[in-house]
């Protein structure tokens, strides 16, 4: 039998992060957050001295095959070095979001991305787990919510952080953000044909965790 897979893709800030970890929390399951991958890509490909654009394409991809990415205890190594905080920015999203635009890197991650497939089980937070990672996953979830709601939910979290943060930046950002990512050739954001539809507008976080343990038992 499969080693079961439950898929949470999403827009940008839509809660996906935090509902995806709770799930897999809650069934003791492994987790994975694809956009790390996407983040620590972009970061690794600046650091090497090499600009994020389709001339680099290939070297990018070199260097994700062979990223030296280790997630330990919450926090996230690349080679030696803890990039937990650097790779949150909204920059190092944004930049994440220009490297996943380029078809050989996403190839290069895929590997990567299955070696996550382990008993008891995954959840997967990303763009294209359902479509495109994990398609034959038994259940599959696209959180979305207003550009609003998304806004506020980044606004704070970055306040709480002590971040300086401005509301409309932050939506002009994610918009152009989910713009790039749903028009790209390769894997673009869109619900799985057999995704259910999770608008977490007005959910707590509670209740969406909720909402999708719900249908995962169904599926037992
Ligand atoms: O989810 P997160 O905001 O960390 O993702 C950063 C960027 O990585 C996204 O804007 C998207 O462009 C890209 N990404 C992707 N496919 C995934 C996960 C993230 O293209 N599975």
Redesign the pocket.
Known sequence: PQIPVICI?GP??SG??TVAAAVAERLGYGFL???????IT?LAALRAGLAIDAAHEHDIAALARTLPVRFAEGRIYLGGDDVSDA??TEE???N??????LPAV?LALVDL?HAFRRLPGLV??????GT??FPDAPLKVYLTASATQRAERRYKQLISKGISANIDDLRADLEA??T??ST?VV?P?KPAQDALVLDNSSLTIEQAVQQVLDWWLERQ
């Not at 957050?33 to 983040?39: E, I, N, T, V």
């Not at 994440?96 to 635009?101: I, K």
């Open positions: 893709d940008t800030a996906k992060g957050d694809s956009g790390a991958m996407y983040r972009a790779i949150r190092a999203g944004m994440a979001s220009r490297v996943s635009a996403r991305q997967a937070d990303g763009r294209d787990m495109v990672i953000r989910d790039r990512d790209r894997a954001l």
